[in-house]
């Protein structure tokens, strides 16, 4: 058999912090991410903005600016938020009087939904002029293939008061006698007043250059009339589709994932042979078949792979042992056997599905086939009757045995680990979860602690207590005893539990404040270069001495929306790269938790994770009372779940494709090749594809997914995933296949990885302006054909793509400038993002607001009976009643938001306090107390978790009014609202609209 040389392994939660409250009385700057219009066919080109901003595109000269902000607001002294100030707008409380419903008759038919567009054109100010905004001449149109089910948004725009009241009510400056009133400059609709100036004629980005206005205080943006805004709307004119809705932009008619991610069906029911979606999504499931087509979606075209994917009961991936047989592949492209490949001759060759290669069936191998050309023992044969499968690997897969299980456990021990509780609370979870760790009796365990020395522990099962070693020079790093570092657990079991009991008394006098981390590191690659393993690295503070020292950055303000920004978020020292180099070489994995209430510069900290295929684990401000049993439990998961060692992870494409692009935590150890030292079911990568050829000859394209690792049990596995997928020339049919799910799990990928290199701006333009370009290009296919040149179309598919969108643009990743979100809460949440599965990653993007109260006072106790209470609420602040209780779940943190109404009984059942005697909630401790209405709180949030063990959602408890933190820690993420000098979900689909009909 011929071996697997290419694919041998070689020697070779987090809280929102703006920068003011969203309801302060300082209006805050207006959205940082909407600059300005698209350029077609240029990456380089913005947003457009409802207020004035500036545009990103090199060869134009900035516009003079005629004023500037009176007040900027708080954002005055950082560069990041270089915007005239925008009046806050209070959210609709619904449909005023004497404004129509919404009624059956007039909903959307299967497959569309309706929007208005915004105005499209302005009355001209003095010394600034305007760009006209009509209706597009001369629409480039495509004839459009196939009937793809596609949406139009569809609005009329009387003149009259109340039916124009959906898109005036809650702006502070509108009366009942419109005529006579001058609107306010920060309104989103009013600020495009005398706001924009002419662009170049080849482009047509708008906006005030936003560094000029900084220059000028003392002026004011110039506003329109009234009867200016009159004008625009009464100059549309709509033509009737079915399943119009009349009465006008109603926000709460918006497209919205109130039930979560779905994953795609089409995917499984037109190849019922293909994987399970939980283990591979494309973005589309239907492949371009040119280069051209190709060109034509510009959303990506890739996967998202989530390997180890934990199935549901009874559900789990055959294993296949071919025995002496060996594994049976293709001889020119190394595919593995699958449930695609044809047989032919009798039964005697096999076709590979991915290149077309004609291979000889083994003997052993060999049987008949039937009538339909299908094999006699088919269902026999999981390999070639479904798509995921593990093969056992025989020996040539190894470049050398089996390595076990082993944990390294890297802690800081300097005074501030300690009076944290940190230590306490890590040594007492790694002792309970002894008997737990995979792979008995072959588990492998060692520690190292450290402040300003190393300090080693000598566990051999001979001795009755650890004898500790401390090494004090930094710059010459030896290990002493290094062959009794690391012991088997089973033998050592005794010796392990007494220093697991010992440690956190061991040190509680330490006043020790510095921290050795880079010798630290060194030394436990030292110990455990030999087999490899996981590395669990637990740091208190920034790292202060010898090699590896890093300092204090971020703080300075003017370095943000400067070119000089994205080095913050990248290693200060090449150490930390060179170290995960060395460590990925020789198997070993890092995982790091990181606690400190200041600066640890995660930037550098992560990247030990990032290409080692681990993960960061962040705990700001870190109190054993608070936050332990978020440690105890998300650490326990880490030492307990399944883990695959010294994996390698290839994915290969049918003719015609190749893979470009990888993203995710891993080394690439060749073009195509992922190393992942230790990889496990809660790890997700993405992949982009792209055509190799002009023009694809084949009906149908191939995927598979290999991954090869050492199991704790010491096998040798191979975890295969095959899918197929259509090749299509129409555009409309991969639209009709998307997987919104998919694309944004890239896309946001895409936009973190941007922020690497650019300005936080420059990825949320990218992503704003994917989503312009894709739904610029669907609207070419359908406009004409249903005579919607007003109006807003959108594939059924995509319906959620927008809204993710404006989530994704709000994300602690990519959200404001230097007082949105401390440098590391940003770092730590990219580096999150970078891992997580699809479903998990929009749940964050877009997490569940429940209301709860109803279901707490009813008295029944069964438990289908909160099915009928469960629905979620759209993210705006319209959706909290002031005599609620709500549960905001972003899958890392539950967020309790108490109404300022709420019943006093209520909140004394659950938090055994008076809420008028108690303005610190922050101290609170949510736990189960002896009334039926807290056991059914406990329960439901238990069931919350259940359904998503990755991570342990903290129960934080907010009241209404009770700032600084309700605008932090629930206001700030309602994605919806305008807040945080960001856009609203209306004005986003607006702004959107808007770019889409510019060069339409």
């Known amino acids: 058999m011929t071996p697997m040389a290419n694919e041998k392994t070689g020697a070779s939660n987090f809280p929102g912090r703006p920068a003011a409250s969203p309801f302060a009385a300082a209006p805050p700057t207006m959205t940082p991410f909407l600059s300005s219009a698209p350029v077609v066919g240029s990456e380089a080109s913005g947003y457009t903005a409802f207020p004035p901003a500036r545009f990103n595109v090199p060869s134009m000269s900035s516009p003079p600016s005629s004023y500037v902000p009176q007040d900027v607001g708080s954002y005055q002294n950082f560069p990041t938020s270089h915007f005239p100030p925008a009046q806050p707008v ?221 199935a549901p009961d009874g559900e789990e991936v055959p294993t296949v042992n071919f025995g002496s047989m060996g594994i049976i592949r293709c001889r020119r492209c190394r595919t593995y056997i699958n449930a695609y490949v044809t047989f032919t001759d009798g039964g005697r060759k096999w076709s590979c599905n991915i290149c077309a290669f004609l291979n000889d069936v083994p003997g052993e191998y060999f049987s008949y086939l039937d009538a339909n050309g299908r094999r006699t023992d088919l269902d026999q044969r999981p390999e070639l009757s479904r798509g995921s499968v593990e093969f056992v690997a025989p020996t040539e897969y190894m470049v050398r045995p089996p390595m076990p299980p082993l944990y ?119 110990v455990m270069n030999q087999l490899g393993g996981k590395l669990l690295i637990f740091q208190s503070g920034l790292p202060s001495l010898s090699i590896g020292r890093l300092r204090l950055r971020g703080d300075d303000h003017r370095v943000y929306g400067t070119d000089k920004e994205n080095a913050l978020r990248i290693p200060e020292d090449s150490f930390y790269k060179q170290m995960a180099a060395d460590l990925t070489k020789y198997q070993i994995g890092v995982n790091v938790y990181a606690f400190s209430d200041k600066y640890t510069d995660i930037a550098s900290l992560g990247t030990l994770a990032k290409y080692t295929g681990g993960q960061v684990y962040y705990f700001p401000s870190f109190k054993s009372t608070v936050h332990g049993e978020r440690l105890r439990y998300e650490l326990a998961r880490d030492l307990t779940r399944e883990t695959a060692w010294e994996a390698v992870m290839r994915i290969r494409c049918g003719k015609g494709g190749r893979v470009t692009n990888y993203h995710g935590h891993f080394m690439l150890r060749s073009t195509d090749l992922l190393a992942l030292p230790a990889v496990d079911c809660d790890k997700a990568f993405a992949m982009q594809f792209s055509l190799e050829e002009t023009l694809l000859t084949t009906q149908t394209i191939y995927f598979q997914v290999a991954l090869l690792y050492t199991s704790s049990s010491g096998e040798r596995r191979i975890r295969v995933h095959t899918a197929a997928a259509p090749v299509v020339a129409d555009l409309g049919e991969m639209y009709r296949q998307a997987d919104t799910g998919a694309i944004v799990s890239l896309l946001s990928r895409l936009a973190i990885e941007k922020t690497l290199t650019h300005k936080l701006e420059d990825a949320r333009h990218s992503v704003q302006l994917r989503i312009v370009k894709a739904l610029r290009e669907y609207r070419n296919l359908h406009a004409v054909q249903h005579r919607l040149a007003a109006r807003m179309i959108y594939p059924e598919s995509l319906k959620f793509l927008p809204l993710y969108g404006l989530a994704l643009c709000k994300s602690t990743p990519l959200r404001g400038g230097f007082a949105d979100a401390q440098l590391d809460e940003r770092c730590a949440a990219g580096f999150t993002m970078m891992t997580l599965p699809v479903g998990r990653l929009l749940k964050l993007l ?41 549960i905001y779940d972003d899958g890392f943190r539950f967020i309790i938001w108490f109404s300022r109404m709420l019943s006093s009984a209520i909140a004394f059942n659950l938090l055994g306090v008076d809420l008028s005697g108690f303005p610190d909630l922050s101290q609170v401790i949510l736990c189960e107390r002896d009334n039926e209405m807290s056991r059914k709180l406990m329960g439901l949030l238990k069931r919350f978790r259940e359904s998503d063990p990755s991570y342990y959602q903290l129960p934080q408890v907010v009241r209404q009014g009770e700032q600084p933190r309700e605008s932090r820690l629930l206001l700030a993420n309602l994605v919806e609202d305008q807040n945080g000098g960001t856009s609203g979900h209306v004005d986003w689909i607006l702004q959107i609209h808007r770019q889409v009909q510019q060069s339409a």
């Open 846 to 886: 877009h997490p569940s607001l429940i209301r709860i109260d109803e279901y707490l006072e009813k008295g029944s106790v069964k438990a289908d009976d909160f099915k009928n209470f469960s629905k979620m609420l759209p993210l705006s602040t319209e959706s909290l009643d002031p005599r609620g209780l709500y």
């Open 408 to 526: 390294f456990f890297l802690i800081d021990v300097s005074v501030s680990a300690v009076r944290s509780g940190m230590l306490e609370v890590v040594a007492n979870t790694i002792r309970s979860c002894l008997d737990e760790l995979p792979g008995y009796p072959r588990t492998q365990i060692g520690f190292l602690t450290f402040d300003s020395t190393l300090h080693f522990y000598n566990m051999k099962s001979s001795l009755t207590q650890p004898q500790m070693m401390v090494v004090s020079d930094l710059e010459d790093i030896f290990v002493p005893l290094p062959d009794d570092l690391l012991v088997n657990l089973s033998e050592s079991r005794n010796v392990v539990d007494a220093f697991l009991g010992s440690l956190p008394s061991m040190f509680q006098d330490n006043v020790n404040v510095e921290s050795a981390f880079g010798p630290a590191l060194k030394a436990a690659f030292m």
């Open 90 to 310: 209070p959210p609709s409380r619904g449909t005023p009087v004497g404004q129509p419903g919404l009624s059956p008759s007039v909903l959307p038919s299967s497959g569309q939904q309706i929007l208005p567009p915004p105005p499209v054109s302005f009355r001209p100010q003095p010394q600034i002029p305007l760009v006209p905004m009509g209706p597009p001449q001369n629409v480039p149109h495509t004839p459009p293939r196939g009937n793809v089910p596609h949406s139009s948004l569809e609005p009329s725009f009387p003149a009259s008061r109340s039916t124009m009241q959906p898109y005036l009510q809650g702006y502070p400056n509108v009366q009942a006698n419109p005529a006579s009133q001058v609107p306010s400059a920060r309104s989103p609709f009013f600020a495009q007043q005398g706001g924009y100036v002419p662009p170049p004629p080849v482009a047509a980005p708008m906006g005030v250059n936003p560094r000029e206005q900084m220059q000028h205080p003392g002026a004011v943006p110039p506003v329109g009339p009234f009867p200016g805004l009159l004008e625009e709307f009464q100059s549309l004119s709509f033509g009737s589709v079915p399943g119009a809705i009349d009465p006008g932009l109603d926000s709460k008619a918006l497209p919205r994932p109130l039930d979560g991610d779905i994953e795609p069906k089409s995917f499984i029911e037109k190849y019922p042979l293909n994987c399970h979606p939980r283990y591979l999504r494309l973005t589309t499931s239907a492949i371009p078949n040119s280069q051209s087509l190709f060109s034509r979606w510009h959303l990506p075209l890739g996967a998202v792979v989530h390997p180890l994917a934990e």
